[in-house]
């Protein structure tokens, strides 16, 4: 019984919907915001145009001392591997808790994004007239009767047509 128990949680808990709703809110609230962002960025075009210029410049000046820099590096390379591997070892690590801490923040966000989706949803809902969904009221969604013939037939012709079936036939 537990997999069904898991089932209905999974299809009555509104958590993803709230979360898909606050992240549609999250990025119409960001997107009221791009028009003056734009404006700024337009502003500062001349500005970036220069520095960009200044770094080309730059650039330029350092690829003339390139190989003896180059060369300097490769002489210089630590011989002992061991140290090397060591080093790795520790980036290796360091990166693993990195994700651990990226998937923490992770879940935190999605936990926000629920929050702000409920409220919106919250606000949007009509307050009159309205039926909450069933698994708020904790009640089970009655169950869906057929449609068409098997609905107009009355229960004693089912039961019988039902043991006439698992009947198996006798003349021989």
Known sequence: MPITDDIKKTLTDPT????????????????????GRVEALAADRKGAQDKATAKLHEAQELLVGAPAKVTEAVTALPADLKALQERAQDFALQQVARAVELAVKA?????????????????TRPQDGVTQPAAELGEQP????????????????????????SIPDQTD
């Open 16 to 35: 993803p919907l709230y979360a898909l709703a606050g992240a549609g809110d999250l990025a119409y609230e960001k997107l009221r915001e791009v028009p």
């Open 107 to 123: 879940k935190e966000t999605y936990d926000e994004l629920a929050e702000r989706g409920k409220v919106v949803v919250d606000k």
């Open 142 to 165: 009655a169950e869906v009767e057929p449609v068409g013939d098997a609905a107009a037939e009355p229960a004693s012709k089912k039961s019988a047509r039902a043991k006439k079936s």
